[in-house]
């Protein structure tokens, strides 16, 4: 999913049945939890796969590997006058570890829905978060499905709340990238703005000197 906006105006079209539940679930630390090896025999497969790469690049993918493995491994860090090398993981930071875990967890969520006995009817992530709609009988076997496919990958879930409305009564929801995905009651979703509770209501002025991208985000 590309952003917000794009979530919103695509979950607005799902239909929840009486016997189904949403549900999102979250990769706890994604970037340090992708193993650097294993991504790169991930990333290696997919470019061999690739029959455009040659008109992009003259590199091979062996070689294109060597020198991503090469980013990837030599991050260091200064902390209390001792510098040190990150082992295990992708960087925190690092411009190319978003690419590189995306890809990681866009095959992991290929095998996790093709090898589950009843996988989610609808399944939308945005980088390490992801917004599912399951049967309510299955959710737990998919779940746990999720959990036992990496050992690396440690996954949270969290279910459907009730929040309040404008009238004093409460309807279910679940939040998901900045929003509140409302079930109707005819299993139709509206879409409402979610903040957190740690939301301070701040934001950067216009005419500051911050690059504008940060502002207009």
């Not at 016997?19 to 790169?40: G, H, I, N, P, Q």
């Not at 690419?99 to 866009?106: A, G, Q, S, T």
């Not at 409402?192 to 991208?213: F, G, I, M, W």
Request: overall charge negative; aromatic content about 10%.
């Amino acid at each position: 999913m590309k952003n917000s906006k794009a979530f919103a105006e695509e979950v607005r079209t799902l239909q929840v049945d009486q016997d189904e539940e949403l549900r999102s679930y979250d990769v706890s630390a994604l970037f340090t939890s992708v193993l650097v090896d294993k991504a790169l025999v991930l990333i290696r497969k997919k470019l061999e796969e690739d029959a455009t790469l040659e008109d992009r690049t003259p590199m091979a993918p062996k070689d294109i590997v060597t020198l991503l493995g090469l980013c990837l491994n030599c991050t260091y860090f200064l902390y209390q006058g001792h510098f040190y090398q990150q082992i295990h993981g992708a960087a925190m930071g690092s411009p190319v570890s978003p690419i590189v875990c995306n890809l990681y967890m866009e095959d992991f969520e290929q095998k996790a829905i093709a090898t589950a006995a009843h996988p989610p009817t609808w399944w939308c992530r945005y980088v390490d978060d992801t917004h599912t709609k399951l049967k309510k009988a299955y959710a737990q076997e998919f779940t746990d499905r999720l959990i036992s496919l990496d050992e690396d990958i440690k996954w949270t879930t969290e279910a459907e709340v009730e929040i309040p409305t404008n009238d004093n009564s409460t309807e279910s929801a679940l939040a998901f990238l900045d929003t509140w995905s409302v079930i109707n009651d005819d299993g139709s979703i509206k879409t409402r703005v979610y903040r957190k509770a740690t939301h301070t209501d701040q934001y950067l002025n216009c005419e500051s000197n911050h690059p504008s991208r940060h502002e207009c985000s």
